[in-house]
C-alpha cells in the first residue's frame, strides 16, 4: 500500500492546473509586457487571474503581486515593512518562536541591522495568546508577523484578533498563511490583515510560484530589480502557465474547501486516537485548535529520522516536520518552542493528510507506525534506561 501523507510538503497538482498550464504553455506563450497581440492576450488572463485570485480573499485586484512561492513574500513583506519602520524610527518587530524559517532567518538579517525582536511564547498548546501580543506592542513597533496555520503542528492562530489589535494600535500586520490559503476561509478585510503570503504548491497548484497580498497604501520594496513588472515591485517575466494553474488551483480548492474537511477530519482523529493508543506518545499541539489534516506526535525513546526511513520502506511518505529543514539533525524549533525537550523532539511523526486519504489506510499508518516504534525501541538504549528506571519517563 502507498500512502502519501506530506501534503504540508507539498500537494500532488490537480488535474485542472495541469490541464490550464498545458494550455498557457502552448497557446499564450507572448511576453505581457510586449505589445503585440500574443503579448496583449497574455497580459489579459495575467490580469484576469490576478483578479480572480484576488476576489478568493477579499482583496482588490491591485493588491495582489506575484512571486516565486511563499518564501519571497514572506521576505519581501518583512523586509518592506522593516524599511518603512526604520524610515519612521521604529525598530522593533513582534513574531512568534515558530515561524517558518523564511519568517525567522529574514527577522536575524534584521536583527543584524539593528532592529529589536520580540518571539511571543506559543505555550504547549501551541497558540499565540492575543492579549500577550498587545503587552508586547510599543511605541516603536513597526511590524507584528504570525503565521495563520503552523506548518508543523498544525495549529490556528486567532489572526481575526491579532489583526484587530494591530489596526488599534496602527501596527502593520503581515501572516504567512502558507499552509492556510486554499484550506481555510481567509478575508483580508475582515482579519484586519495588511500582508499575506501564499504559495501554489501547498493547493495543488505549481511549485515555483505564489503571491503577495499588500493592502492598499501599505508600503511595498522591490526584492528584484529589473524591469517593470509588478507595478515596479518585482522585476522578471511573469510565469503566466504557473499563475494560471495557481488561480486555477486555487478555484478549485476554495470550490471544494468544505467536502474535504468533511472527509479529511473523521479520519485524521481516528488516527490520531490509535496513535495515542501507542505507550509513552503526546499529539503535539492543541487538538481542537488544529488544521483538519494535520497530525503531529512524539514518540519517547526513538529517533525521527530512522521511523521515516521504516515507514517509507511500508510505502508511507511522512516527515519530522518542516520539509526545508528535513536535512538538519538539529530537533524540530517548533516542538522545542512548544516545551518538548531534545530527546522527546527528536521522536517526532508529522502526517498531513490529503483528499485521497481512506479508513483502510488509516488503518495501515496505524499499524506501521505502532510496529515500528515498537521494533525502535526494543535497540534504543534510551528505551532500555526508561524500562530499568536508570531515566524517568517524560510522556
Given at each position: 500500500?502507498?500512502?502519501?501523507?506530506?501534503?504540508?510538503?507539498?500537494?500532488?497538482?490537480?488535474?485542472?492546473?495541469?490541464?490550464?498550464?498545458?494550455?498557457?504553455?502552448?497557446?499564450?506563450?507572448?511576453?505581457?509586457?510586449?505589445?503585440?497581440?500574443?503579448?496583449?492576450?497574455?497580459?489579459?488572463?495575467?490580469?484576469?487571474?490576478?483578479?480572480?485570485?484576488?476576489?478568493?480573499?477579499?482583496?482588490?485586484?491591485?493588491?495582489?503581486?506575484?512571486?516565486?512561492?511563499?518564501?519571497?513574500?514572506?521576505?519581501?513583506?518583512?523586509?518592506?515593512?522593516?524599511?518603512?519602520?526604520?524610515?519612521?524610527?521604529?525598530?522593533?518587530?513582534?513574531?512568534?518562536?515558530?515561524?517558518?524559517?523564511?519568517?525567522?532567518?529574514?527577522?536575524?538579517?534584521?536583527?543584524?541591522?539593528?532592529?529589536?525582536?520580540?518571539?511571543?511564547?506559543?505555550?504547549?498548546?501551541?497558540?499565540?495568546?492575543?492579549?500577550?501580543?498587545?503587552?508586547?506592542?510599543?511605541?516603536?513597533?513597526?511590524?507584528?508577523?504570525?503565521?495563520?496555520?503552523?506548518?508543523?503542528?498544525?495549529?490556528?492562530?486567532?489572526?481575526?484578533?491579532?489583526?484587530?489589535?494591530?489596526?488599534?494600535?496602527?501596527?502593520?500586520?503581515?501572516?504567512?498563511?502558507?499552509?492556510?490559503?486554499?484550506?481555510?476561509?481567509?478575508?483580508?478585510?475582515?482579519?484586519?490583515?495588511?500582508?499575506?503570503?501564499?504559495?501554489?504548491?501547498?493547493?495543488?497548484?505549481?511549485?515555483?510560484?505564489?503571491?503577495?497580498?499588500?493592502?492598499?497604501?501599505?508600503?511595498?520594496?522591490?526584492?528584484i530589480n529589473g524591469?517593470?513588472?509588478?507595478?515596479?515591485?518585482?522585476?522578471?517575466?511573469?510565469?503566466?502557465?504557473?499563475?494560471?494553474?495557481?488561480?486555477?488551483?486555487?478555484?478549485?480548492?476554495?470550490?471544494?474547501?468544505?467536502?474535504?474537511?468533511?472527509?479529511?477530519?473523521?479520519?485524521?482523529?481516528?488516527?490520531?486516537?490509535?496513535?495515542?493508543?501507542?505507550?509513552?506518545?503526546?499529539?503535539?499541539?492543541?487538538?481542537?485548535?488544529?488544521?483538519?489534516?494535520?497530525?503531529?506526535?512524539?514518540?519517547?525513546?526513538?529517533?525521527?529520522?530512522?521511523?521515516?526511513?521504516?515507514?517509507?520502506?511500508?510505502?508511507i511518505s511522512a516527515?519530522?516536520?518542516?520539509?526545508?529543514?528535513?536535512?538538519?539533525?538539529?530537533?524540530?524549533?517548533?516542538?522545542?518552542?512548544?516545551?518538548?525537550?531534545?530527546?522527546?523532539?527528536?521522536?517526532?511523526?508529522?502526517?498531513?493528510?490529503?483528499?485521497?486519504?481512506?479508513?483502510?489506510?488509516?488503518?495501515?499508518?496505524?499499524?506501521?507506525t505502532a510496529e515500528?516504534?515498537?521494533?525502535?525501541?526494543?535497540?534504543?538504549?534510551?528505551?532500555?534506561?526508561?524500562?530499568?528506571?536508570?531515566?524517568?519517563?517524560?510522556?
Amino acid at each position: 500500500m502507498n500512502i502519501y501523507a506530506d501534503n504540508a510538503a507539498t500537494t500532488k497538482m490537480s488535474d485542472k492546473a495541469i490541464e490550464v498550464m498545458t494550455e498557457y504553455m502552448k497557446n499564450t506563450y507572448g511576453n505581457p509586457s510586449s505589445l503585440y497581440t500574443i503579448g496583449q492576450r497574455a497580459k489579459e488572463e495575467l490580469e484576469s487571474a490576478r483578479a480572480r485570485i484576488a476576489a478568493l480573499i477579499n482583496a482588490q485586484p491591485r493588491e495582489i503581486y506575484f512571486t516565486s512561492g511563499g518564501s519571497e513574500a514572506d521576505n519581501q513583506a518583512i523586509f518592506s515593512a522593516a524599511e518603512k519602520g526604520k524610515r519612521d524610527g521604529k525598530m522593533h518587530i513582534v513574531s512568534t518562536a515558530f515561524e517558518h524559517h523564511a519568517v525567522l532567518h529574514t527577522l536575524d538579517e534584521l536583527k543584524k541591522q539593528g532592529f529589536e525582536i520580540t518571539l511571543l511564547d506559543v505555550h504547549e498548546s501551541g497558540v499565540v495568546d492575543p492579549a500577550e501580543l498587545e503587552r508586547e506592542l510599543r511605541e516603536d513597533t513597526c511590524l507584528v508577523t504570525v503565521m495563520t496555520v503552523n506548518n508543523e503542528i498544525g495549529t490556528i492562530q486567532p489572526i481575526e484578533k491579532i489583526g484587530e489589535i494591530c489596526r488599534r494600535h496602527n501596527v502593520t500586520f503581515h501572516t504567512d498563511a502558507v499552509q492556510a490559503v486554499g484550506h481555510l476561509p481567509i478575508d483580508v478585510k475582515k482579519q484586519s490583515i495588511d500582508m499575506l503570503s501564499a504559495s501554489a504548491h501547498k493547493f495543488h497548484g505549481p511549485k515555483g510560484v505564489g503571491f503577495l497580498y499588500v493592502k492598499k497604501g501599505v508600503f511595498l520594496k522591490s526584492l528584484i530589480n529589473g524591469g517593470a513588472q509588478e507595478r515596479g515591485k518585482r522585476a522578471g517575466t511573469e510565469n503566466i502557465p504557473g499563475i494560471m494553474g495557481m488561480a486555477a488551483a486555487l478555484e478549485e480548492s476554495v470550490r471544494c474547501m468544505s467536502s474535504v474537511q468533511e472527509h479529511i477530519k473523521p479520519v485524521r482523529d481516528y488516527i490520531i486516537k490509535g496513535l495515542s493508543e501507542i505507550p509513552h506518545s503526546a499529539l503535539n499541539g492543541d487538538k481542537d485548535r488544529r488544521m483538519y489534516s494535520n497530525i503531529n506526535f512524539s514518540f519517547e525513546g526513538i529517533e525521527g529520522e530512522s521511523l521515516l526511513i521504516l515507514l517509507d520502506m511500508k510505502g508511507i511518505s511522512a516527515s519530522s516536520g518542516s520539509a526545508c529543514t528535513s536535512g538538519s539533525l538539529d530537533p524540530s524549533h517548533v516542538l522545542l518552542a512548544i516545551g518538548r525537550i531534545h530527546d522527546v523532539a527528536h521522536g517526532s511523526l508529522r502526517l498531513s493528510l490529503g483528499e485521497d486519504i481512506s479508513y483502510e489506510q488509516a488503518d495501515y499508518i496505524i499499524k506501521c507506525t505502532a510496529e515500528i516504534v515498537e521494533h525502535l525501541r526494543s535497540f534504543s538504549p534510551v528505551w532500555q534506561d526508561l524500562l530499568a528506571g536508570r531515566r524517568e519517563y517524560i510522556l
